[in-house]
């Protein structure tokens, strides 16, 4: 699919997008039944109706195909739930460091909750928008190595502030290995090779519709309702292709709540 039509069609809310893929493939269905069906009735039953042979075919076809977009429908999901788990994730590690921090002395406790509550800001404010363009930023980034720079200097003076420290890095890097799995996400699509099997297929199964010999009104109407279900489809794999972008994607809702139940309190009026 074209880059620009992606942009186009990313920029439509989930009704919209839906709308589109319906009435792209139910009007080509129905102009297809007025202006090729003609041809294919005297091209395939000029002597004696084929629709048995057809049937048969498209019968054949219809189940590959079938469980083609089931297959991508549940990889689809599965990569959507994959990545909301890591973000619970990266927020459940981002919300331990800021309650660990409790147990740092004065003035590295502030200084670490004051940079926690930046990179939380960063991800709400700067890298989701980003990541709903496609885009991935450096931002977050320079911001975890100053709060490691920070770490890093600290030296503990007593067996607790030691093993409170382990255990805050120790968190830290799940939390980094979480970030690095969002940020892989924002690219993460079905291969391009695999969308033009999807869309051939659906033209296919389309064009059997038109060679199918019957009256007017019932293969408007049966052809309409394949073809409505055929987008509804085809739109489920594409709104969940692209978990990060488009109308339905996944949102920093982990962040907010954690910004808003750990840290919104904590900061300095």
Same mark, same amino acid.
């Given at each position: 699919?074209?880059?620009?039509?992606?942009?186009?069609?990313?920029?439509?809310?989930?009704?919209?997008?839906?709308?589109?893929?319906?009435?792209?493939?139910?009007?080509?269905?129905?102009?297809?039944?007025?202006?090729? %069906?003609?041809?294919?009735?005297?091209?395939?039953?000029?002597?004696?109706?084929?629709?048995?042979?057809?049937?048969?075919?498209?019968? &054949?076809?219809?189940?590959?195909?079938?469980?083609?977009?089931?297959?991508? +429908?549940?990889?689809?999901?599965?990569? +959507?739930?994959?990545?909301?788990?890591?973000?619970?994730?990266?927020?459940?590690?981002?919300?331990?460091?800021?309650?660990?921090?409790?147990?740092?002395?004065?003035?590295?406790?502030?200084?670490?909750?004051?940079?926690?509550?930046?990179? +939380? %800001?960063?991800?709400?404010?700067?890298?989701? *928008?980003?990541?709903?363009?496609?885009?991935?930023?450096?931002?977050?980034?320079?911001?975890?190595?100053?709060?490691?720079?920070?770490?890093?200097?600290?030296?503990?003076?007593?067996? &607790? %502030?030691?093993?409170?420290?382990?255990?805050?890095?120790?968190?830290?890097?799940?939390? &980094?290995?979480?970030?690095?799995?969002?940020?892989?996400?924002?690219?993460?699509?079905?291969?391009?090779?695999?969308?033009?099997?999807?869309?051939?297929?659906?033209?296919?199964?389309?064009?059997?519709?038109?060679?199918? %010999?019957?009256?007017?009104?019932?293969?408007?109407?049966?052809?309409?309702?394949?073809?409505?279900?055929?987008?509804?489809?085809?739109?489920?794999?594409?709104?969940?292709?692209?978990?990060?972008?488009?109308?339905?994607?996944?949102? *920093?809702?982990?962040?907010?709540?954690?910004?808003?139940?750990?840290?919104?309190?904590?900061? *300095?009026?």
């Amino acid at each position: 699919m074209p880059d620009w039509i992606t942009a186009w069609l990313d920029q439509l809310s989930a009704v919209q997008l839906a709308l589109v893929f319906c009435a792209f493939f139910v009007g080509l269905t129905w102009l297809g039944i007025l202006f090729v %069906h003609p041809l294919m009735r005297r091209l395939l039953h000029r002597n004696e109706p084929a629709n048995e042979i057809i049937i048969h075919i498209a019968g &054949t076809f219809g189940l590959v195909y079938a469980v083609l977009l089931g297959l991508l +429908t549940v990889a689809a999901f599965q990569n +959507t739930k994959d990545l909301q788990d890591n973000i619970g994730r990266e927020a459940s590690s981002l919300s331990t460091i800021y309650h660990i921090t409790d147990g740092y002395p004065e003035p590295l406790r502030s200084e670490l909750k004051e940079q926690l509550r930046d990179y +939380t %800001h960063y991800i709400i404010d700067k890298d989701w *928008p980003a990541h709903h363009r496609g885009l991935v930023l450096m931002g977050g980034e320079h911001r975890l190595e100053v709060i490691r720079s920070i770490l890093m200097s600290y030296e503990p003076d007593t067996k &607790t %502030h030691e093993l409170l420290h382990n255990e805050l890095l120790r968190y830290l890097d799940a939390m &980094t290995v979480a970030r690095e799995q969002r940020l892989a996400a924002v690219t993460a699509a079905i291969p391009r090779v695999l969308w033009y099997v999807v869309v051939i297929g659906a033209f296919l199964m389309i064009a059997f519709l038109w060679m199918l %010999h019957m009256e007017l009104v019932p293969q408007i109407m049966l052809g309409g309702i394949t073809a409505f279900f055929l987008g509804i489809m085809i739109f489920l794999i594409y709104a969940m292709d692209h978990p990060l972008q488009g109308a339905v994607s996944v949102p *920093p809702d982990s962040f907010r709540s954690v910004y808003d139940l750990v840290m919104k309190w904590d900061e *300095p009026a």
